[in-house]
């Protein structure tokens, strides 16, 4: 008999944050911190937030020698929100990351709030910020989507272009996507902070206004979209070569599939490179 892996809660790891120094060393930047801890209060503040558990291995893992590198995930739900999960990477100048995503419960038809901010050496960052929309119909857009352009709008270095090749504005992406590229971080708590705070805020107030669904099919509906969403995420999104790089291809599998996208399904490796094939066109 396979014995069940052991699971872990959030709300008590939660104690050890902010992180104080990077695992490289006192002299490097935890780039995305406040970001992090300013969600985990605000959600408190906000909702009636509950643990989510999930397995052990998946909630904490480390490398040593010339990678140094740690990553911790941390996994909510509330009576509006099926999943909130959140993880951070540090391996100090090398890689910060921050990600977050937050499922709605499918009672409600809202957009994910998708976030991934990322940081790689001195002169390399990407930030994304979205409400992931579940319907590309214009008055779903009309309705959820439009009323954020008063927010990004404040923040004209928000109005990046992300590239086609992870970016497919038909699916899953909005048209007020905040995306920044920039070769320094001077932006991050001057302009991405005080957005954020207004994307989550904005995000949590619609949520709390929305009508819940009662029709049975209607709430199918949008948990397949959901599903749909992470089968999408899984095959594209780069960061799963990151978790690969720092914590070895099985364990990187295993977070991907098990924790941050669990509705999507592996794609055997030829069908891979049919996707591959397909984004470089």
């Known amino acids: 008999m396979i014995a069940s892996p052991e699971l872990v809660n959030s709300a008590s790891r939660e104690d050890h944050l902010p992180y104080k120094t990077s695992i490289a060393g006192d002299e490097f930047k935890l780039l995305f911190m406040p970001f ?5 209060e605000y959600m408190r503040e906000t909702l009636d937030i509950s ?3 999930f397995e052990k291995d998946l909630s904490y893992q480390s490398s040593t020698g010339k990678k140094k590198a740690r990553i911790e995930s941390w996994c909510y739900c509330s009576p509006e929100f099926r999943k909130i999960r959140s993880t951070y990477i540090d391996a100090g100048i090398s890689a910060q990351v921050w990600n977050s995503v937050w499922y709605p419960d499918p009672k409600y038809d809202l957009p994910l ?63 007020q996507m905040a995306f920044i590229r920039s070769d320094n971080d001077e932006f991050v708590m001057r302009d ?14 619609m949520i709390k206004e929305a009508t819940p669904s009662t029709d049975p099919d209607v709430i ?10 992470d089968q ?10 990151l978790f690969g790089f720092y914590f070895g291809h099985d364990w990187a599998e295993r977070f991907t599939h098990d924790f941050l996208f669990e509705y999507s399904v ?14 470089t066109e």
């Open 51 to 53: 643990d989510l558990s």
């Open 266 to 279: 592996p794609v055997p490796k030829d069908q891979k490179d049919l996707t591959k094939e397909e984004k």
């Open 192 to 205: 991405l902070f005080p957005a954020f705070k207004e994307y989550l805020a904005h995000y949590i107030s």
């Open 113 to 175: 709030l998708g976030i991934d901010f990322l940081s790689f050496g001195k002169e390399k960052l990407i930030c994304i910020l979205d409400f992931q929309p579940l319907s590309q119909d214009p008055e779903y857009l009309e309705k959820y989507i439009d009323p954020v352009a008063a927010i990004k709008s404040k923040y004209p270095m928000l109005d990046g272009k992300m590239s086609a090749r992870f970016y497919d504005e038909n699916q899953f992406f909005s048209r």
């Open 220 to 229: 199918a509906a949008n948990l397949q979209r959901q599903k749909d969403y």
């Open 36 to 40: 992090l801890v300013h969600q985990n």
């Open 232 to 241: 999408y995420s899984a095959e594209r999104d780069p960061a799963v070569n």
